[in-house]
């Protein structure tokens, strides 16, 4: 009978604490998300409680209006797209603790050399919103004011002595760091120069401190560096370098001027893929006007800074409201009402269907195979050099934009990757198997994450084999042969012309 008694006493003392379970799972989701985050001891991992602060200097004359925020803390990633949240992940805000994996192999795996290509980090726009006042943001560095870096003032310091660096063409007359009080159109913000000294950091921490790519006594024969003649890109190289190498010493830099956004060199020439860009964009246009709510957007918004609607769409609004969302600066105003963030979730929506249907179509790829061959063939013909036992230009940085490292994403299969964001980095890495020094292979990272088996090359190749790492084969193969077999060519020059014959 005791023993009945205590079991039921046990019983129902179970049943009061699982109601009591239940009933605060539910209170806790009718909680205010402010009051929630209250009950929790830490933030989810990957994103910042807020945008980036205003610090001292220009921002502090703004209005509170000015500083308000434009867009709600993302805690989780949303199961459907999502504008704002999209939008988010394209800022790079500092501060997001991200996961990096490059430099990560088996323990039986020695790493030969890395090729870094990187887009250039924040910006200020490239387009203005006609009759509306530009975005109020200080491109002067200064270490006090946030987002900074505990290097920024070393960083600072050390540029000012680049002038024994060797820089091609028009490099040597760019400016090696920002320092407008009120930037220019297209010049690299603090945000940006923070965003690759952290990149910078993220690449010596497992290149250099954990497997010793680099050479003690490294020289530019070691070393390969390419940027467009961009401020941004220049300066956001160099960014990246020195919290790579720390102080370099600059007369072992020699810096390439490429004059192609898609690095094709000295093969450039390349008709059919004018024509499948052409075909791309007349595909954007068609989709851009099938879009009622775009279009709608467009007029109202174009009624708001009072200009007609087409030159409101040639002006490309989402460059400049991207700015305003990034530094959490309020959207333009005047006379006639507010650009609000309705309309800018309106453009970005729009931005991530058109993204969707880019990769249904083709022409996009088609395009990106074309573009892409001249810079992925010097990559595999410098893996093959390493692989065959040259130490030259063991750790290559190129310099670039979006417009370059989308169709790179495009080419090698990666169709699930997003848009390359501010400071977007993707790497190849060359590995050989200590037990067996003729076997080499491949690893891709997109932002630190691994994505090699992602790829079209080297897709199926998981499926088949037990190896964690990608047969450097594959990527010859594919750069070689498959990227022409797609185009029902067998050379680059022949996919080029193929139309002429």
């Known amino acids: 009978m005791l023993l009945r008694n205590r079991f039921l006493l046990l019983l ?54 000015n500083r308000k925020r434009i867009m709600p803390d993302p805690l989780t990633e949303p199961s459907a797209p999502d504008p704002l949240y999209e939008a988010n992940l394209y800022c790079n805000t500092p501060g997001i603790k991200e996961r990096s994996m490059e430099g990560h192999a088996p323990h039986n795996f020695k790493l030969l050399s890395v090729h870094v290509m990187i887009r250039h980090g924040d910006r200020y726009p490239l387009y203005a919103i006609p009759k509306t006042k530009r975005p109020d943001i200080d491109c002067v ?67 250099l401190k954990k497997h010793r790519l680099l050479p003690s006594d490294w020289n530019t024969k070691h070393l390969y560096f390419e940027s467009t003649g961009k401020s941004r890109t220049l300066q956001s190289g160099l960014t990246l370098l020195y919290s790579f190498l720390p102080d370099f010493d600059w007369k072992k830099i020699n810096i390439k001027h490429q004059w192609s956004s898609i690095f094709c060199s000295g093969h450039c020439d390349c008709p059919m893929r004018n024509h499948y860009l052409e075909e791309e964009q007349r595909r954007q246009y068609s989709y851009r006007v099938r879009n009622t ?23 490309n609004p989402i460059d400049s409201l991207l700015c305003h969302f990034c530094h959490n600066i309020t959207f333009p105003c005047t006379k006639n009402g507010c650009i609000d963030i309705e309309h800018f979730k309106v453009i970005k929506s729009h931005q991530i269907e058109d993204e969707r249907e880019r990769h249904e179509k083709q022409l996009y ?62 790497v190849f890495e060359l590995w050989q198997n200590s037990d067996n020094k003729n076997k080499h292979y491949v690893r891709v990272l997109y932002n630190g994450e691994d994505v090699t088996f992602q790829t079209s090359f080297c897709r199926e190749h ?31 020059y022949d996919a080029c012309h193929q139309r002429l014959f």
């Open 141 to 207: 560095l200064e270490p006090g004011r946030n987002p900074s870096h505990p290097s920024l003032s070393h960083f600072i310091s050390h540029m000012t002595k680049g002038s024994e660096a060797q820089m091609e063409g028009s490099l040597i007359s760019l400016p090696r760091f920002p320092s407008h009080s009120l930037c220019e159109m297209g010049e690299l913000t603090q945000t940006g120069v923070v965003q690759h000294l952290l990149n910078g950091q993220i690449l010596r921490e497992h290149y």
């Open 365 to 426: 790829y088609k395009y990106a195979l074309l573009a892409t061959h001249p810079l992925l063939n010097q990559t595999v013909n410098r893996m093959q050099r390493i692989a065959a036992g040259k130490k030259d230009e063991v750790f290559a940085l190129y310099s670039a934009h979006d417009v370059t490292l989308s169709p790179i994403l495009s080419a090698i299969g990666l169709t699930e990757a997003r848009f390359p964001r501010f400071a977007a980095r993707l």
């Open 293 to 315: 709510q775009l279009e709608k957007t467009y007029i109202n918004m174009a009624k708001v800074v009072g200009v007609p609607t087409r030159q409101l769409r040639a002006s």
């Open 462 to 492: 998981e499926r088949h084999s037990n190896q964690p790492l990608c047969p450097l084969g594959k990527f010859v193969n594919f750069v070689k042969k498959e990227m022409f077999s797609s185009l029902n060519s067998t050379s680059y």
């Open 12 to 65: 129902a003392l179970a049943a009061l604490l699982a109601f009591l379970s239940i009933s605060l799972q539910f209170f806790s989701r009718w909680l205010p998300v402010s009051m929630q985050l209250k009950t929790q001891s830490h933030v989810l991992p990957g994103f910042p409680m807020r945008l980036i602060p205003a610090g001292p200097g220009r921002e502090d004359s703004l209005s509170a209006k």
